[in-house]
């Protein structure tokens, strides 16, 4: 297995303005070409952590996933970030894994930070997911979701949690 070259993401964002977030991250990420096989990002990293679920959702061929999507062909990379998303009457945190030029894998948070209300904003998710990238199988996570270890090592079927 070659190795993978991870870039994370951290940084200040402009709170629940999701097109100047975008912008701030495209000027972050351009450069990088050729440099990483994999870009985090954090989560909500279009909004900021906010419960303002139904008027900042988007779909899933909202802006956010555009942006994705545009970020990952030019890289050459897979990008992984929530974004808040409305489906089916429910609003989720959704992790969105973009590959450049395939199918997206989607993972929805599943332990909701209750602390700052987050479950009565959101749905949680029910399915544990891999995500598979150049030869490495990745467990897709969101935040709060690390502080539930068993959710995470009751099998054996990833190599990057």
């Known amino acids: 297995m070659r190795d993978l070259r991870v870039t994370l993401v951290q940084s200040d964002l402009r709170w629940e303005d999701a097109e100047a977030n975008r912008a ?6 351009d ?15 279009t909004t900021g952590f906010s419960m303002r679920s139904a008027e900042l959702a988007e779909n899933m061929d909202g802006p956010a996933m555009a942006w994705m999507r545009r970020q990952a062909a030019a890289l050459d990379a897979a990008l992984y970030g929530s974004v808040i998303i409305e489906e089916h009457g429910k609003y989720l945190n959704r992790g969105l894994f973009v590959k450049p ?3 997206v894998t989607v ?7 209750r602390f700052a209300n987050e479950t009565d904003h959101f749905s949680p998710g029910k ?4 995500a598979e990238w150049r ?3 990745i467990l897709l996570q969101i ?4 502080r539930f270890p068993v959710f995470s090592r009751n099998r054996n079927d990833y190599d990057l949690a």
């Open 127 to 130: 399915d544990r997911v891999v």
């Open 135 to 137: 030869g490495w199988r």
């Open 24 to 29: 701030h991250f495209t000027r972050q990420l």
């Open 107 to 113: 993972y929805d948070k599943r332990h909701l930070f």
């Open 143 to 146: 935040c709060f979701d690390l």
């Open 31 to 45: 450069g990088l070409q050729g440099s990483t096989d994999l870009v985090v990002l954090p989560e909500m990293f």
């Open 101 to 103: 030029g395939e199918e």
